[in-house]
């Protein structure tokens, strides 16, 4: 008797280990307590800096420009999250050693589809979560303060920002999927970025180092800025982004696990 279905009428969608992988870790990552920490301290440090200028700004009738404190705001936010965005990418591989070897050594997904689920699942959390609280701060400083943001500055300035997340979000996920654990993997990275940071600050002026990007964050915020620079900017953190994944895909490729 002939099978009901044919061998050859059945497909297999190679790309459905890959969604299984990437929306089963932006579960999990929504539920981790590291993102919700990153996300309350965020939400608290904001809240509580607006709530105290704009008290000042009414009580004490200062005049404060949104475009300077929404920047030092941002600078701020940045720099208190790093070490929990680092937290979030280094362990999304190097948490999991034992469900990569189960997951690889089965053929239920291959090394590539599984780096790049990881990949692709924090990026999208870490950028979609900082545009929004970003977006918000900016909204209430234009809203509660003297408004001197405008709609391009604000984009371009988060948009810069998001860069620089890129590289610092795919390098740590890189060295997660490269070290032996989490702790090995945070050491690195801190190493490497460190290392990075005073690399490139001895660059000359024209170059978009984090720091320079950030310290134009204010005139960027007004609409004061230079478009070719901007996309310079932009590229430079996105192409930081892409070398780090291609580091990472070739080298969990062949790691053993």
Request: proline share 3%; with cysteine; hydrophobic share 55%.
């Amino acid at each position: 008797m002939d099978s009901p279905t044919s061998s050859g009428n059945i497909r297999f969608n190679r790309l459905l280990p890959y969604w299984a992988v990437l929306q089963t870790d932006l579960r999990q990552t929504f539920r981790s307590w590291v993102y919700r920490l990153w996300v309350l301290m965020t939400v608290i440090a904001a809240s509580g800096s607006i709530l105290y200028k704009v008290g000042i700004h009414r009580e004490a009738g200062i005049v404060q420009a949104a475009s300077e404190r929404s920047g030092d705001l941002l600078r701020g936010l940045v720099a208190v999250s790093l070490g929990l965005i680092a937290l979030l990418s280094v362990s999304g591989i190097a948490a999991e050693r034992s469900t990569v070897a189960d997951a690889v050594l089965s053929r239920g997904i291959s090394r590539h589809q599984y780096f790049l689920a990881k990949w692709h699942s924090r990026l999208i959390m870490i950028l979609v979560t900082f545009m929004v609280l970003a977006g918000a701060v900016l909204a209430a400083h234009h809203f509660l303060l003297d408004p001197d943001l405008t709609l391009a500055g604000g984009i371009a300035a988060i948009a810069l920002i998001a860069a620089v997340l890129v590289a610092v979000t795919s390098w740590g996920v890189t060295i997660g999927a490269l070290s032996h654990g989490t702790v090995t993997g945070i050491t690195v990275f801190w190493v490497l970025l460190y290392g990075g940071l005073f690399i490139v600050s001895i660059l000359p002026d024209p170059y978009p180092t984090p720091d320079r990007i950030m310290s134009r964050l204010n005139a960027v915020l007004r609409g004061q800025y230079n478009p070719a620079l901007l996309w310079q900017g932009i590229s430079c953190g996105v192409g930081m982004g892409l070398l780090a994944a291609v580091v990472g895909v070739v080298g969990f490729g062949r790691k053993d696990v």
